[in-house]
């Protein structure tokens, strides 16, 4: 009799672990995914995107660069005689720089900083972007980020206090071409809505003029008289 029950005791015992095993898979299976943890992970760091005129190189932080170079933030920056530059920010906006220039960028959270120690530059901000320019002699000038704008300030060797939005950036042939930053001379902010890059509007522009000309050719041409 003991025998029988304890052969029992051991079948029941087996079946009831194979059902908690059985309902321990299935509830595992439907558990969501939880992904991959990545309270561990940092921000992507904001990288600058360089273009230089005629892929002609400068120098960052002492080495050659041209086209495509990554820029860090805190990067030293050179131009030589003949040779600007422009730096894409991205959401955050873009730097114009002349030939014989030496400054620092410093980027992130929200803000742009210029360190310029010597020659031109221009700083354009998108909306929620501040944007600073500090030369020797202080602050040169500082972009709100409620709208974005821009500065034009220049320091030539020697002079005793900068140039700010008078267009000496642009005369001093700031960015990787004339087109990068013309727009951006003198102009106090920029306003809401897209903003179009200096080759765009000039694009538009000429597209606009083309088409009035058009217009004025077929206005003037006489319908013609039937016999």
């Not at 079948?11 to 439907?30: C, D, E, P, R, W």
């Not at 050659?64 to 959401?91: F, H, K, M, R, Y």
Request: with cysteine; aromatic share 4%.
């Amino acid at each position: 009799m003991n025998y029988r029950f304890q052969r029992i005791t051991t079948a029941v015992a087996f079946f009831v672990a194979l059902a908690v095993t059985q309902v321990y898979v299935g509830v595992s299976f439907a558990a969501p995914n939880p992904g991959p943890n990545l309270s561990g992970n940092r921000s992507p760091q904001i990288m600058g995107i360089l273009k230089t005129r005629d892929n002609k190189p400068i120098l960052v932080n002492g080495a050659s660069a041209i086209d495509g170079a990554t820029i860090p933030s805190g990067a030293t920056i050179e131009t030589p005689a003949g040779v600007g530059a422009t730096i894409n920010l991205g959401s955050m906006g873009s730097l114009c720089i002349a030939p014989n220039t030496k400054l620092t960028l410093e980027f992130g959270g929200g803000a742009i900083r210029v360190v310029l120690q010597q020659g031109c530059v221009i700083l354009r901000t998108l909306k929620n972007t501040s944007g600073t320019i500090i030369t020797p002699q202080g602050t040169a000038g500082q972009i709100d980020p409620a709208n974005g704008g821009s500065l034009d300030v220049c320091l030539p060797q020697g002079a005793t206090a900068p140039t700010v939005n008078q267009g000496a950036a642009v005369d001093a042939g700031a960015g990787a071409s004339t087109l990068d930053c013309s727009a951006a001379a003198g102009a106090a902010a920029i306003p809401k809505g897209p903003i179009l890059s200096a080759r765009t509007a000039f694009i538009i522009a000429g597209g606009s003029s083309v088409f009035g000309l058009i217009f004025t050719f077929h206005g003037n041409n006489p319908s013609p008289t039937g016999p």
